[in-house]
């Protein structure tokens, strides 16, 4: 009887485990739908299905999913396609710090606990490891990335720039996006996951919302090869480093290269200085 019982307990064990990660993988799944096919409706079903599995099996976790659904509903509110005028960049500030702030406050403030940080004074220099990948992702981003946006189209999907204000403006929107990536993608949506999840399944779901948005963004074609190990080493610096600033840094070392050949892209003139352009 004592094996047996010890079996059952197994089992009910199993399955809390399999509802519980199937739970956070709907969830995570959800921005699929919702973003990377722009289907709102299936998004939201199996947004909902995932919060009621986790209601079921894991109050603890059905709260933590709770707030990754809300900022998730936050942004499904809008358009992620790229806008560059005074509207468009006033409906991103808004939505997105609300998909952030939101979440946060929640957290502090109703649950009463400090899961959601950002960490900027780690009072810890940067390694010789965390320059060298950094002057990785430097010579990496500038050559690989000119082949993706210029070789594929890619930056067609982002508005035309010509004359200084809307450069400027460019400038401002690819990097206020790419910090506000790092502030819910890694920052909340990884950190939620962590507090109940191995890192290595956490860091794959928060990479599977963080590769849908950048697809909606305008990340398409053939760019998923480049944003899931982007999403996933991002997961895991940010694991290794506990730096907001370090790997907002990469983040925005990225971004600038991308700025430089959004701008060469529709002005080849300027900034011509990528050796694999392809055109």
Request: aromatic residues 14%; neutral net charge.
């Amino acid at each position: 009887m004592s094996v047996a019982a010890g079996d059952g307990g197994s089992r009910l064990t199993t399955r809390s485990a399999a509802g519980r990660l199937g739970s956070a993988a709907l969830v995570s799944v959800s921005a699929v739908p919702l973003f990377g096919l722009q289907e709102r409706p299936v998004g939201y079903t199996v947004l909902l299905a995932g919060l009621a599995l986790a209601f079921a099996v894991d109050r603890a976790l059905f709260r933590h999913l709770l707030l990754v659904a809300g900022g998730l509903a936050v942004i499904s509110t809008m358009s992620l396609e790229a806008d560059l005028s005074d509207a468009g960049m006033a409906r991103f500030t808004v939505t997105l710090s609300a998909a952030v702030l939101l979440p946060y406050a929640v957290s502090r403030w109703v649950y009463r606990e400090d899961v959601i940080r950002f960490p900027v004074g780690t009072g810890n220099r940067w390694s010789r490891f965390e320059f060298g990948y950094l002057a990785l992702v430097v010579v990496g981003g500038y050559l690989v990335l000119p082949v993706y946006f210029l070789g594929s189209g890619a930056y067609l999907n982002w508005p035309e720039v010509t004359g200084a204000n809307e450069i400027a403006r460019l400038f401002v929107g690819v990097n206020a996006v790419g910090l506000w990536d790092e502030l819910f993608f890694v920052c909340t949506v990884f950190a939620l996951l962590r507090r109940h999840f191995p890192f290595w399944q956490a860091n794959l779901l928060q990479a599977v919302v963080f590769v849908s948005f950048l697809w909606e963004l305008g990340y398409r074609g053939w760019g998923p090869v480049l944003t899931v190990p982007f999403a996933l080493l991002q997961g895991y610096i940010f694991q290794r480093t506990r730096s907001l600033p370090y790997v907002v840094t990469v983040h925005l070392t990225f971004d600038v290269i991308i700025f430089g050949i959004l701008v060469h892209a529709y002005n080849p003139e300027l900034i011509d200085v990528f050796v694999t352009d392809p055109r």
